[in-house]
């Protein structure tokens, strides 16, 4: 009954994360259909599967695959069906500062055009790095060079006086214009000076403390205002010069270097804490169903990726398929002929039990090893088509004296985010094989995030 309500709360769960999901696919940019295209790079350092490529600052996509197609790389990767690629989109690569970290992003190009076919390739721009910023400075100097060159051979050749000439002549052509200027305005620079007098004079007329109604004779009678404005003058200049001579805390913050170095450090390894957070990316799956054998089971599964190559996997598994935990105790009772002891020995279940385990993708490929439903074991996967169909085979002992645990699973994309699971259990066991068949999601951190903004928003 136990199992029935687990599998019941699963598909409630599952059924309400549909709801959402429908809701928001026509306009969030992680949900939809994913339309796949290619593109041929000449460099593909510092580029892996996986690798987000982003329009306009958005996330759009990822790339599936990188192979090696003749002496240059060959990109498949997957865009959502809301952007649309024409003939005039471009693959910009570019390398973000000195350590050549490489960013992908699409431009799009004229709106309006045709949409590419799938599996159409995409014009390649490969710029904006250092290497082309410094190809940039050196095509400037040879301009410059040129020009100079140029310069020196028109002053020695027998053109000289000729420039020469010119030039004096632009210089007395400025000369008559400033001069014409001068004189058409001859007035309006009277004006001007005079009324410039009449600011100094009425400047010096409120600053003089002896003329009535003035400004200083105003301020001379709030003498005690401006003894506090002296007073906290006088303050502003102690706490200054304290700074200055690195007194207090703030002060050896700005003067003393070694603080300034610690604080420097300090936000610089802030700064790449939080540049490694941020470039974490998970997968998140939960999948309901049943057993052949053993009832009810439900899987939830969450894969961590700080770098495409490595993932991290954790989870927890609700099922009867387990180590069994034995408890066992002793009870003495008492008669009239004496006392007997008995050995009681009870058998339990763990109906819960934990994945922790490390990976790492290689191609297609990906290998993990840790914690399998709680016991130690290796799992291998193989993506036959990213995202869409997956088959992986597990090999881990529930410790105890049979032989190791051997499953086979087979995972396919269904709709969108919805799949179907298949498990041969226990394949080496002759008398314990079973089937497990289940549905369930699997979606991206993006397609949470997203899910929760329309929720709030709403």
């Given amino acids: 009954m136990n199992e029935f309500k687990v599998g019941l709360f699963a598909l409630a769960a599952i059924a309400a994360v549909s ?10 940019a992680t949900f939809g259909r994913y339309i796949t295209y290619k593109a041929i790079v000449n460099d593909a350092t510092g580029i892996y599967a996986r690798t987000t490529i982003r329009v306009a600052g958005i996330n759009a996509g990822r790339i599936n695959e990188i192979k090696l197609e003749g002496t240059r790389a060959l990109l498949e990767f997957e865009l959502t069906e ?101 004189v058409q305005n001859e007035q309006k620079i009277h004006d001007l000076i005079a009324n410039v007098d009449r600011l100094s004079a009425q400047l010096a007329r409120e600053t003089d403390a002896n003329e009535m109604d003035s400004l200083m004779s105003h301020l001379k009678k709030t003498g005690p205002i401006l003894d506090d404005a002296r007073a906290l003058v006088a303050d502003l200049r102690v706490i200054m010069s304290d700074l200055k001579d690195g007194k207090g805390t703030i002060g050896k913050l700005i003067r003393d270097e070694d ?147 051997v499953r086979l699973i087979t995972e396919f994309r269904i709709w969108n985010i919805f799949y179907a699971r298949f498990m041969a259990e226990d394949l080496i066991n002759d008398d314990r094989r079973s089937v497990t068949g289940s549905v369930g999601l699997r979606f991206s951190d993006q397609d949470l995030a997203a899910l929760i903004g329309l929720m709030t928003t709403r």
């Avoid at 190809?135 to 027998?158: G, T, Y």
């Avoid at 914690?371 to 881990?396: C, K, M, N, R």
């Fill in 259 to 405: 603080v300034v170095d610690q604080v420097s450090e300090t936000l610089s390894g802030v700064n790449r804490l939080m540049n490694r957070i941020n470039n974490i990316e998970a997968d998140i799956e939960v999948f309901t169903g049943a057993n052949s054998n053993r009832g009810a089971r439900t899987d939830f599964n969450v894969d961590l990726y700080p770098a495409p190559e490595r993932f991290f996997r954790l989870g927890v598994v609700s099922s009867q398929y387990g180590p069994a935990l034995i408890d066992e105790r002793q009870v003495t009772t008492a008669d009239g002929t004496g006392t007997t002891t008995q050995t009681i020995r009870e058998q339990e279940k763990d109906k819960l039990k934990f994945n922790l385990q490390i990976g790492r993708r290689v191609q297609k490929w990906g290998f993990r090893a840790g914690l399998i439903e709680s016991t130690g074991g290796f799992g291998i996967d193989y993506h036959f088509l990213p995202q869409s169909f997956l088959v992986s085979a597990e090999a881990f002992d529930f410790g105890n004296d049979d032989n190791m645990i």
């Fill in 19 to 28: 709801v959402m999901s429908l809701r928001i696919t026509a306009n969030k």
């Fill in 82 to 182: 809301d952007i649309v690629i024409t003939a005039k989109s471009t693959l910009r690569l570019k390398t973000v500062g000195f350590l050549g970290e490489k960013y992908l992003d699409i431009a799009l190009g004229e709106p309006g055009l045709e949409r590419l076919p799938e599996g159409s390739f995409i014009q390649v721009y490969e710029g904006g790095g250092i290497e082309d910023l410094a190809k940039d400075a050196s095509e400037v100097m040879v301009d410059v060079k040129e020009i100079i060159q140029k310069v020196n051979a028109s002053f020695s050749n027998e053109n000289t006086e000729n420039v020469l000439q010119e030039i004096l002549q632009n210089v007395q052509e400025a000369t008559d214009s400033i001069r014409r200027i001068s």
